[in-house]
């Protein structure tokens, strides 16, 4: 019996040494699925990181539209402003030039009236 003892010990250890192994195996394969991850986030993450580099890449260019746009609005604020100062004269002109022009068919009247009747 010593001999199927000694058989029996050394298959025993070596479903130990198996089993031991395998779950060796099963902790690499999980470390391995973690890293993948990792990796998998920081390609993410450069990816997020090449947008932002973009984007704020372009910023003094944004700066400058900006720039640009807000000068443009002050002109046109300002010729919005010249537009209704300009509105304003020529309507104050068209009254004075109404007010001329009767003032001058007046005249005429007045004028036809006298060479009508003679003093």
Do not use: C, H
Request: net charge negative; no cysteine; proline share 2%.
């Amino acid at each position: 019996m010593s001999k199927s003892n000694r058989k029996w010990q050394e298959a025993s250890q070596q479903i130990q040494a198996l089993q031991a192994k395998e779950e060796l195996v099963t902790e690499m394969e999980q470390k391995v699925q973690n890293l993948e991850q990792k990796l998998s986030l920081q390609e993410q993450d450069a990816i997020i990181v090449k947008n932002m580099k973009t984007e704020l890449a372009q910023f003094p260019k944004m700066e400058r539209e900006l720039q640009q746009l807000r000068e443009e609005n002050a002109y046109l604020r300002e010729m919005k402003e010249n537009n209704g100062l300009l509105r304003e004269e020529v309507e104050g002109l068209q009254r004075k030039l109404e007010r001329y022009e009767k003032v001058q068919a007046e005249l005429v009247t007045l004028e036809l009236e006298k060479e009508v009747r003679p003093e």
